[in-house]
């Protein structure tokens, strides 16, 4: 397991590709984005299975919320403070365009995978500094603030991975998050689950499934 590092405030992990040969040289950076309570290791193992051969990168969130990592703060579950998450949703950024700079792979395109808190700071990145994620796998995310006007998202892929029954996010919420999305340009895929809050193997292979054929097929045919 590689050790973490550290770059503009943030501590990370990154994981080259195994080898840059010809199949995996296109791979975007998988940028992993953890929940409330987890950190950089979290979703490593997710990423290797996700999509083999793609260079990973996993910051750990600058919030301590009574000793749980997040990357933005809140006033109290599912209520954010919108200051602290732009904020910190530009400083986010400015650590993704330095790490894949540090790394040797700033050519390639990132795309978010991100979980609850993680997804939610990928949503935030979406609308706020469109342009840095070439697409993103969200699960479980809410609206996280409304921008004005919104970005041009323009053909960028997001897959929502939503729960039916999950106590922390209205149905309704997940609807405006894909219709805000749709609203900006973005090619939104919106897969519901008949479960809670927390991830499944069936959120997993959709995804997997989603990022192989956005990015592997494309890769084959050229
Ligand atoms: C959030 O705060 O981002 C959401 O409520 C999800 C969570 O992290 O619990």
Request: proline residues 8%; aromatic residues 6%.
């Amino acid at each position: 397991m590689q050790e973490s590092a550290e770059l503009l405030g943030h501590r990370y992990r990154f994981v080259p590709a195994p080898r840059a040969g010809r199949e995996t040289a296109r791979r975007p950076v998988l940028l992993l984005l953890h929940g409330t309570g987890g950190d950089e290791a979290d979703l490593l193992p997710l990423g290797e299975l996700l999509l083999p051969g793609a260079p990973l990168l996993s910051p750990r969130g600058t919030v301590s919320e009574q000793g749980a990592a997040r990357f933005f703060r809140r006033l109290a579950p599912g209520v954010f403070d919108v200051d602290d998450l732009i904020q910190r949703t530009h400083a986010l950024a400015d650590f993704v365009q330095a790490a894949v700079e540090r790394h040797g792979v700033a050519g390639r395109p990132v795309v978010a995978v991100g979980y609850s808190n993680g997804a939610n700071i990928a949503a935030s990145l979406l609308l706020l500094r469109p342009g840095l994620l070439a697409g993103a796998v969200l699960w479980r995310a809410m609206v996280p603030l409304e921008p004005e006007p919104l970005p041009d998202l323009t053909g960028t892929p997001v897959l929502l991975g939503a729960a039916r029954f999950d106590p922390m996010i209205p149905n309704d919420n997940v609807e405006w998050l894909a219709a805000l999305l749709r609203e900006s340009g973005a090619s939104v895929t919106l897969r519901w689950q008949d479960t809670g809050h927390g991830l499944t193997q069936a959120d997993v292979r959709e995804a997997a499934a989603w990022l192989a054929t956005l990015w592997t097929d494309e890769e084959s045919t050229q």
